[in-house]
C-alpha cells in the first residue's frame, strides 16, 4: 500500500529527527493553534526558530514531493517572519535525492536539505 508506506515514513522520519534533535538537548515541538502546519520546530539561540517540513520519496514521487516541501516551507517562513520570528527553514527528506539540483535549489532559497545521516547543522 503506496498511501501506508508514506504515512509510516513520514511518521518514522519526523520521530528519527525529534530524537536526533533532542540528544542535543533541544526539545522538537509540533505546531501551536496560531503556527502554520509545519512538522516540527524548535527554537535556539534565544530567538531562532527552525522549522521543519517532511517528506517521504521515493523515485516516483521525488519531484512532485520536494516541489511541495519547498513550497511550503516558504510560505510557513513567511507567515512566520510576518510575526518577526527569525527562521531557518528545513526540507527532511527520507534520503538523499536523485539530482543535485535540490541541494543548489535549497541552498539559493535559504532551506537547509538533510535527510538520516547528512544532518549539516542541525
Given amino acids: ?12 522520519l519526523q520521530n528519527h529527527l525529534a530524537a536526533f534533535v533532542g ?3 533541544v526539545s522538537a515541538k509540533r505546531p501551536g493553534p496560531a ?9 535556539t539561540d534565544g530567538d531562532l526558530r527552525h522549522v521543519v517540513e517532511v ?3 521515493t523515485a516516483a514521487n521525488e519531484r512532485t ?6 513550497g511550503q516551507l516558504l510560505h510557513y ?3 512566520l517572519r510576518a510575526r518577526g520570528y527569525h527562521v531557518r527553514p528545513i526540507l527532511y527528506v527520507e534520503r538523499e535525492p536523485l539530482s543535485a539540483e535540490w541541494d543548489a535549489l535549497c541552498h539559493e532559497l535559504g532551506i537547509t536539505l ?9
Avoid: C, N, T, Y
Avoid at 1 to 10: E, L, N
Avoid at 35 to 43: H, K, N, S, T
Fill in 1 to 12: 500500500d503506496v498511501a501506508g508506506r508514506g504515512v509510516r515514513a513520514h511518521r518514522a
Fill in 23 to 25: 540528544a542535543a538537548g
Fill in 35 to 43: 503556527d502554520p502546519e509545519f512538522d516540527l520546530a524548535w527554537i
Fill in 55 to 57: 517528506k517521504s520519496i
Fill in 65 to 70: 514531493q520536494l516541489r511541495m516541501g519547498v
Fill in 77 to 79: 517562513s513567511h507567515a
Fill in 114 to 122: 538533510a535527510w538520516p545521516g547528512h544532518e549539516p547543522g542541525l
